[in-house]
Every structure is written in structure tokens, then in C-alpha cells.
């Protein structure tokens, strides 16, 4: 190989990725198999139709249904995975989304959030999407005295974003998480084992497709105002995220850990003026 190849190559790596049956994940997921990794999907939703993608592509994935906020859940497919796979290298943690209960707007105020909805969001987010999958995966990193975490933060950690109360606090949590977990891990286990996050910007996904478009799939107010603010000018791609995946993932960022990276278009850059 190249030296950029050698540099980039995932090769021999065992890829897991929660959430698999996203739109995200799905891009992601085809970046990490064509740098080389060996690809597990996990997902309380049908994987067929990914995994059938992935294939044709001639990647090699494989998948389970995993629910992230069930810990024996998680365990058990760790167990499958290093039996039929082999020890998981890289931990993608995908799953997460928010819910419109959740989230403040003409039909409820702040006040009448119910506690039950913002429960779940943090819960999803922070707890299912973060902590109980590196709680169980980086077990196997630690046995083999390497490995690599990305989480997934958002610009509401950032600035706290209008509306989106529990999804924002759950992804501020998230980040949080994300550098305690990259200091834990160095200190106590090995500085091998890097843990990072991504923060993407505003990409249509139906978590959030009805906040930004309306019925007739025009921009909503709430839409405008974000492209007037990203210098770029679009939506993200689920495409723009691969690239700086495949770098935390691999050797290019082998002294790199503890960092929250936007990927936004320059949202988090511009202050308005």
C-alpha cells in the first residue's frame, strides 16, 4: 500500500456500528468497509436492506439487533461478536434522535414538557448512545490494548440550540462523556485505546425533517435560519462525514483523543455578523 493507504487503512479492523440501520450509518459504514474494516451493524430496526448494500459492494458486514439501553442486550451480542467476528477495534456509537414530545413549539411550551419524553431522549442519547456500549465494547479493547470510541455530540452541545431541551442536554452530556471517557481509558487502561467524538451539523435525517421542512418540503423558519448561519449554505451530506470518521479511526490520529470535532459547514464558526 501507499503511504496515505497505510496511513488511512482500517485493514484487519473490526468495525461496530450502533444505529445501523440510519441514513448516516449506512454513509459511514460504507467509508469504514472501503478503508478496509470489517463491518458489524447493530439495531433494534431490520438491517437486511443495509447489510444487502454494504454486500453488494463487496464489503464484508454483518449484523445483529441490539437495543443500546439493554445492557445484558449489549453483552450478549458482544460475546457473538467476538465469537463469529472477532474483538471490536472501533466503536461507532450512531444510535440516538430525538422525539417531537421532547421538544418545545406552538402546541407545548417548556412547562408542559413531560418528564417521561425528556427521559428518553437523554436516556437514548447519552445513556444508549454513549455510555453502555463503550462500557461493554472497550472491555474487549482493554484485552487487547487498543481500540478507538467516536461518539456522536451535535452543535447543541455547542450552543445550546432553541426548542430541542433534552436532545441539547443529552448531547452536551455527550461530549462531556466523551473526553472523561479518553482520560479514563489512557490513565487507567492504556493511551492506545482513544476516544473522540463528532459533532455534525445540520443533516436532514427524520429525527429532524420536521422541524426544518414543512409538509410541502420547503424550508420552515427554523430551516432558513440555519442555512442563513451555516457559511457553507446546505444541509449536510451523510457523505461529509466519512472522511473525518475513517481519520479518528485510524493511525492518522494516533495522538489524538479527548476532542469534539464539527463537522457543520462552519455553523459553529459564525457568529451572525
Known amino acids: 500500500m501507499s503511504y496515505l493507504e497505510t496511513l488511512f487503512s482500517l485493514k484487519g479492523k473490526v468495525a461496530l456500528l450502533t444505529g445501523g440501520a440510519g441514513v448516516l450509518a449506512g ?3 460504507r467509508g469504514l468497509g472501503r478503508a478496509g474494516a470489517c463491518l458489524v451493524l447493530t439495531d433494534i430496526s431490520p ?11 463487496g464489503l464484508e458486514a454483518c449484523g445483529y439487533r441490539m437495543d443500546v439501553l439493554n445492557r445484558a442486550e449489549i453483552e450478549a451480542v458482544a460475546q ?9 477495534s472501533i466503536l461507532i456509537n450512531l444510535a440516538g ?10 402546541e407545548r411550551s417548556f412547562f408542559d414538557l413531560p418528564l417521561e419524553a425528556l427521559e428518553k431522549v437523554v436516556a437514548l442519547n447519552l445513556f444508549g448512545g454513549a455510555i453502555l456500549p463503550s462500557q461493554v465494547f472497550a472491555r474487549q479493547m482493554v484485552e487487547v490494548g487498543e481500540g478507538v470510541i467516536i461518539n456522536v455530540s451535535s452543535m ?3 450552543r445550546p440550540l432553541t426548542r430541542v431541551v433534552g436532545y441539547a442536554a443529552a448531547k452536551a452530556a455527550v461530549s462531556n462523556f466523551t473526553q ?7 490513565q487507567e487502561y492504556s493511551p492506545k485505546i482513544r476516544v473522540n467524538a463528532i459533532a455534525p451539523g445540520f443533516f436532514l435525517t427524520q429525527q429532524n425533517r420536521y422541524l426544518l421542512l414543512d409538509e410541502q418540503g420547503n424550508l420552515t423558519p427554523r430551516g432558513r435560519a440555519i442555512i442563513e448561519h451555516t457559511p457553507m449554505g446546505r444541509f449536510g451530506d451523510p457523505e461529509d462525514l466519512i472522511g473525518t470518521v475513517i481519520w479518528l479511526a485510524s493511525p492518522a490520529s494516533a495522538f489524538v483523543t479527548g476532542v469534539v470535532v464539527p463537522i457543520d459547514g462552519g455553523f459553529n464558526a459564525y457568529a451572525g455578523v
Do not use: D
Not at 47 to 56: D, I, M, T
Not at 180 to 186: N, Q
Open 80 to 88: 457473538r461478536v467476538r465469537q463469529e467476528v472477532g474483538p471490536v
Open 180 to 186: 472523561w471517557l479518553a482520560v479514563h481509558l489512557a
Open 27 to 29: 454513509a459511514i459504514a
Open 97 to 106: 434522535g430525538n422525539m417531537p414530545e421532547a421538544t418545545v413549539g406552538p
Open 47 to 57: 438491517l437486511e436492506e443495509r447489510l444487502a448494500e454494504l454486500q453488494a459492494e
Open 156 to 158: 447543541a452541545a455547542f
